[in-house]
């Protein structure tokens, strides 16, 4: 499969746990998007990756939200100290490196589901 | 809110046209965006159009694209129950770092 990935595809968790999502993206694609999507709403921007360095924030990525990519590759999203207000889908999307796409499009993964109870 | 607009449900029968609005806002966008998703899954790219265009035909699935108005929309010629889905539009705001701005979604459901 070299479509985006992942993982877990499903997490549920008390208020107050921390959780982590993975990301893998298209292996030669070097920048990387996390979404977060709300039920009845449309994919919001939290944060964008150009291979490890971190270029933008959204306002809606609180402090209890980090979001890494060490080594240009893979990705992941960690939230401390959940809330209910946390629960979302939360995607992950990918593109190629400048130059070498024509149409901008956004390469996204099945998602990862967060429930806070 | 966001600042892509579109209206939220359409019904259509089998064999019908369907076909959805979307007005977005940053008139130096690039590409505009139509993205399905199917339920529990991710977005899925059903087409685009570059901003220099009019229209787009690409199979049963044909955008028209009014810059003055900024307006937007998708029509689905003869919609089958495979279609039903929610079609989100996206735009490319100037200095975005590619990033796109997502509409609400507007849910179809096509009915036999």
Known sequence: ??????????????????????????????????YRQTLGQGPEFLTYFQNEAQ????????????????????STLEIQRTEQGDSAMYLCASRPPPGTENTGELFFGEGSRLTVL | ??????????????????????????????????????????????????SNMDMKQDQRLTVLLNKKDKHLSLRIADTQTGDSAIYFCAETPTDSWGKLQFGAGTQVVVTP
Not at chain 1, 55 to 74: I, V, W
Not at chain 2, 17 to 38: A, F, G, M, P, R
Request: net charge neutral; glycine share 6%; proline share 4%.
């Open chain 1, 55 to 74: 270029l933008e924030k959204s306002r809606l990525l609180s402090d209890r939200f980090s979001a890494e990519r060490p080594k240009g590759s893979f």
């Open chain 2, 1 to 50: 809110g966001e600042d892509v607009e579109q209206s939220l449900f359409l019904s259509v029968r089998e064999g019908d046209s369907s076909v959805i609005n979307c007005t977005y806002t940053d008139s130096s966008s690039t590409y505009l965006y139509w993205y399905k998703q199917e339920p529990g899954a991710g977005l899925q790219l059903l087409t685009y159009i570059f």
């Open chain 1, 1 to 34: 499969d070299t479509g985006v990935s992942q993982n877990p595809r499903h997490k549920i968790t008390k208020r107050g746990q921390n959780v982590t999502f993975r990301c893998d993206p298209i292996s030669e694609h070097n920048r990387l998007y996390w």
